[in-house]
């Protein structure tokens, strides 16, 4: 038997004393009874990306079996946009690898998420989840590569009471207790995370911090661990959902909508990528990038337009997307700059070893960061259908490693300089512009869909239903018509606070 070490935080491998990948319905079924669970719920994702729950009394050994062996029926009409009302009856069935003990129940209760499953025990191809399975399947068996991932989910909360020791507005990156009200909060919500299963790279406050009508708005960022995009995808709604129920017990309210006030950073939800072939990271070597990763880069600068219908889906998300507020406008991609669409972030090759020269005393060698590589996209905000997005990362990697002249796009769009400075305005004016409303992102998904349809990743009803929902929010013109008008702009933000 594989050992987990016992500094791992997900207490229910701990217990099973086994890696969560290789948990089995024989192990639930063990851990349930020795445990004396008392519930079970069965949690899947909706259309509109929220965590939805089915709870169970466990009441015999058999019943529980049955459960996790065949899952329970729901209203897929109630659940999903693309899932008829004549034949909407489907499975969920628990994937037992994400089973986690709920720590907001006053009773024991094991949570897992599902799959969606048709009639006939079939996948469902238009559920997210699936979609985001089939992208993954595809990439390896074109390429041979899989794609890692992990989100960066800035969230601020909402305080409603000034604080003795206030921050100063947009000055609030990395700063400490006791002038960040919300890190208790954050790190509460890292350490219940952990014990859940979700990969955790680190979190600290968040440059916003805005004092308006008595109330305290204060930012801050969870960022998640590597993980493959199907598991990365499950530990963001997991991560949402967690914040949302530990800011209810404290009594304040969590929001990760992409603008939450006129002139004051709005939440993005930035996802790094790394690609692998057999556990090695193809993204550089020895602290250069590779042909893959330029050729990568070239697949998420030309989707780039159509990629806004997963990652930034409401009005409001294109009141975050203007210059100077820590968020991108133009399609372009930049080492380590931060005004680029896609930034390679600073690594850890080629640096020698840092932490023997800060530590004389240290003798042995340090460890490797040398598989940490990623390429970053900073476009897409906290109203992301992840399980889309993330699929669709996939696509645009496959599309970027079978495009002839990817090598040139992305010669040609790289970028060295600020792409907001008005001395470089030339640079700027020379680069395609991102869509400026779900209307442009609508349009862009439709006129890029053969790329997203191919190998029947995305069904046609995915598409097809992504692009309605955008043109029905009629925003076309939205940024120019509320700049400067307080009223309306605080109108729309009010509306879309809680999204998804």
Not at 263 to 278: F, I
Not at 404 to 433: I, K, M
Request: with cysteine.
């Amino acid at each position: 038997m594989t050992h987990v070490m016992k500094t791992s935080g997900h207490a229910v491998a701990q217990y099973l004393d086994k890696p969560q990948s290789e948990i089995t319905r024989q192990d639930l079924l063990r851990y349930v009874k020795e445990n004396s669970i008392e519930f079970v719920q069965l949690r899947h994702v909706g259309g509109d990306g929220r965590l939805k729950t089915l709870s169970f009394v466990v009441e015999s050994e058999a019943q529980l079996d049955r459960l996790l062996s065949g899952g329970e029926r729901v209203d897929g009409s109630s659940l999903l946009p693309y899932v008829e009302t004549a034949s909407s009856d489907l499975y969920v069935v628990p994937r037992y690898r994400t089973a986690f003990l709920n720590p907001f129940t006053p009773y024991p209760s094991l949570d897992m998420l599902c799959t969606y499953y048709t009639g006939m025990g079939e996948r469902l191809a238009v559920s997210p989840e699936n979609v985001l399975l089939k992208s993954q399947e595809v990439l390896k068996e074109k390429s041979g590569l899989t794609m890692d991932a992990l989100g960066e989910l800035e969230y601020y909360v909402v305080f409603p009471e000034r604080h003795l020791y206030p921050l100063n507005p947009q000055r609030g990156y990395h700063e400490s207790s006791p002038f960040s009200r919300g890190e208790a909060m954050r790190n509460e919500v890292m350490k219940t995370l952990a014990k859940a299963g979700v990969s955790i790279k680190y979190g600290h406050s968040e440059v916003g911090s805005i004092c308006e009508n008595g109330s305290v708005m204060e930012q801050h960022e969870i960022e998640l661990g590597l993980a493959p995009i199907e598991d990365a995808a499950d530990h963001l709604v997991i991560a949402m959902w967690m914040l949302r129920m530990v800011g209810c017990k404290e009594g304040v309210a969590v929001t990760f909508a992409p603008k939450i006030s006129a002139g004051h950073a709005g939440n993005g939800m930035h996802v790094h990528t790394r690609l692998m072939r057999e556990g090695t990271n193809v993204i550089s070597v020895d602290g250069e990038l590779t042909d893959i990763a330029k050729r990568v880069i070239a697949g998420y600068l030309t989707l780039a337009p159509s990629l806004t219908a997963f990652g930034n889906t409401i009005p409001t998300s294109y009141l975050r997307l203007v210059p100077h507020q820590e968020a991108p406008t133009h399609i372009c991609w930049g080492d380590r700059n931060r005004s680029a669409l896609i930034r390679v972030p600073l690594g850890w090759q080629k640096i020698g070893d840092m932490a023997r020269d800060a530590n004389p005393q240290q003798a042995v060698a340090s460890a490797s960061h040398a598989d940490g590589q990623t390429v970053e996209i900073r476009s897409p905000d906290g109203s992301a259908q992840v399980y889309l997005l993330l699929a669709g990362l996939a696509v645009a990697a496959r599309h970027g490693l079978e495009l002839e002249n990817a090598l040139d796009v992305a010669a040609h769009q790289h970028v060295g300089v600020n792409v907001f400075s008005a001395e470089h305005g030339d640079v700027r004016d020379s680069l395609p512009h991102l869509p400026v409303s779900c209307a442009q992102s609508a349009a862009a998904l439709l006129d890029q869909r053969a790329v997203y349809e191919q190998d029947d990743v995305f069904p046609p009803a995915v598409i097809d239903v992504t692009a309605a929902k955008l043109r029905s929010y009629n925003d076309e013109g939205l940024t120019k018509r509320v700049k400067g008008n307080y009223e309306e702009m605080a109108r729309m933000i009010e509306k879309y606070l809680y999204c998804p």
